[in-house]
């Protein structure tokens, strides 16, 4: 067993969520460059007087300084603003979005792993959302789709993951990719080929192009639901804030 030294350290990190504890304190999950998911307890948040005002509010990116005692929750000492957005607070689609993308990172990470590549892909998801995007939603499971590549759920998209053939007409969740007609399983979803192209194009495309995609409702309902099915089935999580993201009129 690797024992956890105690002791004050230093972290940078975007806040997730946090929830209620007690009268006055916060728990407050934050997504960190060099420990990974850590949760540590912020004392006081919730007087009108605190010094953390609302530096630890959820999407911000911020400079931490916490105590690791024997407990499984840290106690966040000091924290300082680095970047603070606007806009994922003031638009709604965006805050759901944005909501998606931290939730997925909070149900799926195991705590204290340290993950760089992951924490430069939420923070450079949440900067796209700030920017403004055509469609937020597209952005979210844009994100999902590029968190499950990066944490090694690289889906085969282009030929049937069993058979290698390129008429493609279904996507198999436990084989991980597009199979045949001589290769679909019953429980295997149909869905088109340009869906699974358009994942492919998630999976490749870079923030300010994702910016200005949109999809007609029903396919990025249905490219949506392909990509959250297969994160959920692989790793047994269920990503609940994808399920309230808005429809775009």
Same mark, same amino acid.
């Given at each position: ?52 005002? &609302? ?29 603070? /957005?606007? #806009?994922?607070? +003031?638009?709604?689609?965006?805050? $759901? &979005? &944005? ?11 195991? +705590?204290?792993?340290? !993950? ?10 949440? +900067? ?29 998209? !282009?030929? $049937?993951?069993? $058979? ?17 007609? #001589? $290769?679909?399983?019953?429980?295997? /979803? ?20 994702? #910016?200005?995609?949109?999809?007609? !409702?029903?396919?990025?309902? +249905? ?25 775009? /009129?």
């Amino acid at each position: 067993m690797i024992r956890q030294s105690i002791g004050l350290y230093k972290a940078q990190g975007i806040v997730l969520r946090s929830m209620r504890l007690g009268e006055a304190d916060r728990i407050v999950t934050v997504y960190t460059s060099t420990h990974g998911r850590v949760r540590g307890v912020a004392k006081g948040v919730r007087r009108t007087k605190s010094r953390f005002g &609302a530096r630890l509010d959820a999407f911000t990116h911020v400079d931490l300084v916490l105590y690791k005692g024997r407990s499984d929750l840290d106690v966040i000492t000091q924290a300082d603003i680095l970047v603070r /957005p606007k #806009r994922l607070r +003031e638009d709604y689609a965006s805050f $759901c &979005a &944005a909501s998606a993308m931290a939730d997925a990172v909070d149900r799926t990470t195991p +705590e204290r792993e340290r !993950n760089v590549r992951l924490f430069m892909l939420l923070r450079s998801g949440l +900067e796209a959302l700030e920017a403004g995007a055509a469609d937020p939603a597209l952005l979210a499971y844009a994100f999902l789709a590029k968190m499950a590549s990066t944490s090694g759920l690289h889906p085969t998209l !282009n030929f $049937c993951v069993e $058979c290698g053939s390129p008429n493609r007409i279904a996507f198999s969740h436990d084989r991980g990719g597009a199979v045949c007609g #001589r $290769c679909v399983h019953r429980n295997d /979803p149909k869905t088109a080929v340009e869906l699974l192209d358009e994942w492919t194009a998630l999976l490749d495309a870079e923030w300010d192009t994702l #910016r200005t995609r949109e999809l007609a !409702n029903g396919g990025r309902r +249905e490219l949506g639901g392909l990509v959250l099915n297969f994160v959920q089935w692989h790793t047994e999580s269920r990503l609940r804030a994808f399920g309230v993201l808005p429809v775009r /009129p």
